[in-house]
């Protein structure tokens, strides 16, 4: 018989991966943090029924993530700096999961001594970037890897808040 099941990755870093794996690591992790989230807001209603709740009130194709920070922002004790950085996650997730990846690189050169004309390149940095909307609704290139970077922090911090707090 065949095994259907997905498989885990077998990479042992981030620098391992591609550019469509880093969008599913990004786009899984963010399902954790809506997780958590959901976990905090059922903590707080206490539903007689906590399956129905989960699987139906905080269904995502009932109530969407930014309902979920809204709910969150009136819950009493609930750190609103986390609130920000959801928020700030949650943007760069969109990106990664919608935005098309360009590609860029910058070659810089040194002019070579002598009477001649001739520049001989000294180095090459290749990155992608995304063009990214902020909330001034200006279009800014931002380098794929410095976002991925942010992720990476701002996932941690999350989590580690949710875990720390226990919701």
């Known amino acids: 018989m065949d095994d259907k099941r ?13 550019a469509e794996e880093i969008r599913g690591w990004v786009i899984d992790r963010m399902t954790q943090i809506e997780y958590r989230i959901d976990n905090a807001i059922t ?7 906590v399956d129905a709740f989960e699987n139906i009130i905080l269904n995502s194709t009932i109530i969407a993530f930014g309902a979920k920070l ?17 928020q700030l996650i949650s943007n760069i997730r969109n990106a990664f ?9 910058i070659i810089k050169f040194k002019k070579k001594e002598g009477s001649e004309m001739i520049l001989t390149p000294t180095s090459v ?6 063009n990214v909307m902020n909330s001034s609704g200006e279009i800014k290139q931002k380098k794929a890897h410095e976002l991925f970077n942010e992720f990476i922090t701002l996932n941690k911090e999350i989590r580690d808040y949710f875990d720390s707090n226990n919701r």
């Open 6 to 18: 997905l498989k885990p990755s077998n990479k042992n870093s981030f620098s391992e991966l591609n």
């Open 125 to 130: 940095e290749n990155w992608n970037y995304l």
């Open 70 to 86: 809204k709910i969150l922002r009136n819950i009493e004790n609930f750190d609103k700096k986390i609130i920000e950085k959801i």
């Open 43 to 49: 903590k707080h209603i206490d539903p007689k029924n």
């Open 97 to 105: 999961a919608h935005l098309p990846l360009h590609q860029s690189a």
